[in-house]
């Protein structure tokens, strides 16, 4: 548990375009604000089931709509001109020369590495261009080396749905938002790691109501981040694959990795 707390406290700790960016088929609209149930801390099964509960709990998504040939052949369109945008990217330092920065560096064994141009963030908020995503995707491989497996779109949060629509079909993509979080006040961030009950308080595993968050003396955020979406650009031409969101198929323990140092 505390590798997602000092995850968040790297993430909150970033400033400007990149905090308001970052940090993902799953619940519709605004997440469940109950209580997760109480289940043994022996059984693995029963713990993921905890974990994914509660992240369900700080994710929300946009509606799905009824899939349309239009709809179709404009997230194609999408996908062919990010495709030939990245595709330099394949190496990591042509990347990186071009202005892309790792996010949380900090935080080794990343199940995915976001590699975030600062200057696509500003722009991302006011407009789309397919050919110019926030933020490259990564992977590593079995010799260690980073994959390119595709790109993070992003949107204000004050975007409303239709202007999402616009940009990706919300009948093809499902975009995510991360909502309720509670965060220790600027003047305790040493308390990043507590637990109540064997769980975190904080972040995307923590308590997820204003109240809950008073009474353990947070600060509350209705909504962290803006919109953002994937798109797995190399996994074929199947568009249901591309645009596949696997944020809670993770370990959530590992969801940002590991730190490198307390």
């Given at each position: 548990?505390?590798?997602s707390?000092?995850?968040?406290?790297?993430?909150?700790?970033i400033?400007?375009p990149?905090f308001?960016?970052h940090?993902?088929?799953?619940?519709?609209?605004?997440?469940?604000?109950?209580?997760?149930?109480?289940?043994?801390a022996?059984n693995?099964?029963?713990?993921?089931?905890?974990?994914?509960?509660?992240?369900?709990?700080?994710?929300?998504?946009?509606?799905?709509r009824?899939?349309?040939?239009?709809?179709s052949a404009?997230?194609t369109?999408v996908?062919?001109e990010?495709?030939?945008?990245v595709?330099r990217?394949?190496?990591?330092?042509?990347?990186?020369?071009d202005g892309?920065?790792m996010f949380?560096p900090?935080?080794?064994?990343?199940p995915q590495?976001?590699?975030?141009?600062?200057?696509?963030?500003?722009?991302?908020q006011?407009?789309f261009?397919?050919?110019?995503?926030?933020?490259?995707?990564?992977k590593r491989?079995?010799?260690?080396?980073?994959?390119?497996?595709?790109?993070?779109?992003?949107?204000?949060?004050?975007t409303p749905?239709?202007?999402?629509?616009?940009?990706?079909?919300?009948?093809?993509?499902?975009?995510?938002r991360?909502?309720?979080w509670?965060v220790?006040?600027?003047s305790?961030k040493?308390r990043w790691y507590?637990?109540?009950?064997?769980?975190?308080v904080?972040?995307?595993?923590?308590?997820?109501t204003e109240?809950?968050?008073?009474a353990?003396?947070?600060?509350?955020?209705?909504?962290a981040?803006?919109?953002?979406?994937?798109?797995?650009?190399?996994?074929?031409?199947?568009l249901?694959?591309?645009?596949?969101?696997?944020?809670?198929?993770?370990d959530?323990?590992a969801?940002?990795?590991?730190?490198?140092?307390?």
């Amino acid at each position: 548990m505390a590798r997602s707390a000092l995850a968040l406290a790297l993430i909150l700790v970033i400033p400007g375009p990149l905090f308001a960016q970052h940090a993902h088929d799953h619940a519709i609209g605004a997440a469940s604000t109950q209580p997760a149930r109480s289940v043994p801390a022996t059984n693995p099964a029963a713990a993921h089931d905890w974990k994914k509960e509660a992240m369900e709990r700080h994710m929300a998504y946009t509606s799905s709509r009824p899939l349309t040939a239009a709809d179709s052949a404009r997230a194609t369109q999408v996908i062919h001109e990010l495709r030939q945008a990245v595709v330099r990217y394949q190496d990591v330092r042509v990347a990186e020369a071009d202005g892309y920065e790792m996010f949380a560096p900090q935080m080794k064994n990343q199940p995915q590495y976001h590699f975030t141009r600062n200057w696509n963030a500003v722009r991302n908020q006011f407009g789309f261009d397919p050919a110019r995503p926030t933020s490259l995707l990564y992977k590593r491989n079995e010799r260690g080396d980073l994959v390119l497996t595709g790109a993070m779109y992003t949107a204000s949060k004050r975007t409303p749905e239709e202007e999402l629509d616009k940009r990706v079909p919300l009948s093809v993509a499902r975009w995510h938002r991360h909502i309720n979080w509670c965060v220790p006040t600027r003047s305790q961030k040493d308390r990043w790691y507590e637990l109540k009950d064997g769980r975190p308080v904080f972040g995307p595993l923590g308590v997820s109501t204003e109240k809950e968050c008073k009474a353990a003396e947070g600060r509350f955020i209705p909504q962290a981040f803006g919109w953002m979406v994937h798109a797995n650009v190399f996994a074929g031409n199947d568009l249901r694959s591309i645009w596949h969101d696997d944020h809670m198929e993770h370990d959530h323990d590992a969801m940002l990795g590991t730190p490198r140092s307390p």
